[in-house]
Nanobody, 122 residues
Framework: QVQLVESGGGSVQAGGSLRLSCAAS????????MGWFRQAPGTEREGVAR????????YYADSVKGRFTISQDVAKNTLYLQMNSLKPEDTAMYYC???????????????WGQGTQVTVSS
């Protein structure tokens, strides 16, 4: 069992940056695949980025590639999402999620945070 708490959302103008944080309640290294998802009103939830807790390559959705960076501080059990060059279409509720095992897709995440809102104005 792991509890996830996101923070760092807010309102920003297009072109700006935000850094989201996700604090995990337990040690995640080598156990969990960690991911960021987002959902805008009236749309399906979208996987944004993921990384295995022990490192390795990160994966990004095409819509954020080159602008967003997922990273983690293992000692703090904290996952980050650095978001640069933000666009109005990035506006959504952003969620941190985790699952045990393989980290090769955005399916079957079973631990979720409560979400943090990101609003980008033009």
């Amino acid at each position: 069992q792991v509890q996830l708490v996101e923070s760092g959302g807010g309102s920003v103008q297009a072109g700006g940056s935000l850094r989201l944080s996700c604090a995990a309640s337990t040690y995640t290294y080598g156990v969990f695949c960690m991911g960021w998802f987002r959902q805008a009103p009236g749309t399906e939830r979208e996987g944004v980025a993921r990384i295995y807790s022990s490192g390795g390559s990160a994966y990004y959705a095409d819509s954020v590639k080159g602008r967003f960076t997922i990273s983690q501080d293992v000692a703090k059990n904290t996952l980050y999402l650095q978001m640069n060059s933000l666009k109005p279409e990035d506006t959504a509720m952003y969620y941190c999620a985790a699952k045990r095992g393989w980290c090769d897709n955005f399916e079957d995440y079973n631990y979720w945070g409560q979400g943090t809102q990101v609003t980008v104005s033009s």
